[in-house]
């Protein structure tokens, strides 16, 4: 059966990791669907629309209303999340959808998602699950944000047991969303990828500008705050040491990090790039000669498979994932808070090159097989059986 997708990809901004996904998604389904829709926000359909104007012509987006702009204080958050999800789950589907498709578990994304379930039976309902949420006492940062995002994430779990699948990434979110009574048969494996063909395309740079690059969302739990401390230990020995972050984060969160960086006269050793692209993204990481990603809560760690992929050695947190992920001796870790580890370990990377090269070719190949073109290839024949059923 032919599949006719509606993507629900309300979460916006926080989520821009997943905008890969569901530029392949397209890229796939357009090839085999009369139409693909995706129901997004305002702002969120200005990006994609460049993104995906160089795809085929049948990729409609929808919008919700009154979605123009990110939010950037934690109440606008809160109140924009509860706008989104609302006005979201009143949109009418379009008549000829037969496959909803929820982009990850955040409530922006399942509540629609759940109510286009409930008003029509005969559609098929897939949840992406694949990150968790953990009770705020086990995250930094603001504990009342956490309470209310775990509380949201809890609220998605319940809303998801009606749909027909749950993607999942890896098995800590298998285990605990069985815990929290999802049936085993709705839960099903797939994979974060990235854009391998992408990365080829981008030559390597002739001089390296810095000794180490970070990639992802400013945010407490990434670790920003650790790094600049780290930061701060490295150029004690290498003065002239430059980290270049690439990313971008909630204003006040950032505001916070210059602050830090200014404190510790960081100011010329740690340089903000701003969330880049694809390519952009891809030249900017080749041109660092380490990856550093003290990240304490990860459920797969996209950032460290592309920098891998861009021949980058990493330093990490010891993460469980990482263990599922990789080889045993291809990342370099660190437990998590361990400042003292953590920054020998960038000096011993910096301080030898034949362990940089050894890493890097370890790392390109380990990371062959998570093209994403072959994970969303592997998902269209799951939803392609789902749809018969």
């Known amino acids: 059966m032919t599949i006719k997708p509606y993507i629900v990809y309300l979460s916006g901004g926080g989520r821009k990791t997943n905008r890969e996904r569901l530029l392949t998604l397209c890229c796939f ?59 979201g789950s009143i949109k009418k589907v379009p008549k000829d959808i037969n496959l909803i498709y929820s982009m990850t578990g955040i409530i922006t994304e399942v509540m629609p998602g759940f109510f286009f379930k409930m008003r029509n039976s005969k559609l098929r309902w897939v949840v992406l699950m694949d990150n968790l949420v953990l ?36 098995s800590s979110v298998k285990k605990e969303l069985l815990k929290l009574g999802i049936t085993e048969e709705k839960i099903k494996p797939t994979s ?22 970070f990639l992802g969302r400013l945010h407490y739990t990434k670790g920003i705050f650790d790094l600049v401390k780290i930061w701060a230990n490295i150029i004690k020995i290498k003065p002239r040491a430059k980290l270049a972050l690439i990313g971008d984060g909630e204003k006040a969160i950032v505001i916070k990090l210059k602050r830090e960086i200014k404190k510790n ?83 011993t990377l910096l301080n030898n090159r034949r362990m940089r090269e050894k890493l890097s070719d370890g790392g390109k190949e380990e990371v062959e097989h998570f093209s994403w073109d072959a994970i969303v290839q592997k998902e269209i024949v799951l939803l392609r059986r789902l749809l018969k059923d």
Not at 321 to 326: K, M
Not at 329 to 338: D, M, T
Request: aromatic fraction near 10%; glycine fraction near 4%; hydrophobic fraction near 45%.
């Open 29 to 87: 389904w357009s090839k085999i669907s009369s139409r693909v829709r995706i129901l997004t926000t305002e702002a969120t359909a200005n990006v994609l629309y460049n993104e995906i104007k160089g795809l085929r012509s049948n990729i409609m987006i929808d919008r919700i209303l009154f979605s123009n702009r990110e939010p950037a204080a934690y109440w606008e958050i809160f109140l924009e999340t509860i706008k989104r999800a609302i006005l």
């Open 135 to 170: 009770p705020p006492s086990q995250r930094p940062g603001n504990y009342f944000v956490n309470l209310l995002a775990y509380l949201g994430f809890r609220l998605s779990v319940l809303l998801s047991k009606k749909a027909d699948i749950i993607l999942q990434c890896n």
């Open 192 to 213: 974060n990828g990235i854009m391998l063909n992408d990365i080829r395309q981008i030559a390597e740079p002739i001089v390296k500008k810095y000794e180490a690059v």
């Open 265 to 347: 006269n960081l100011e010329n050793n740690i340089l903000f790039l701003g969330y880049l692209i694809r390519k952009e993204k891809f030249k900017a990481l080749k041109e660092g000669r380490i990856f550093v990603f003290p990240s304490s809560d990860e459920s797969w760690g996209v950032a460290v498979m592309e920098a891998l992929a861009c021949g980058l050695p990493a330093v990490v947190y010891d993460l469980a994932i990482y263990r599922e992920i990789y080889s045993p001796h291809l990342l370099q870790r660190a437990q998590i808070g361990n400042l003292e580890k953590f920054t020998n370990q960038v000096l």
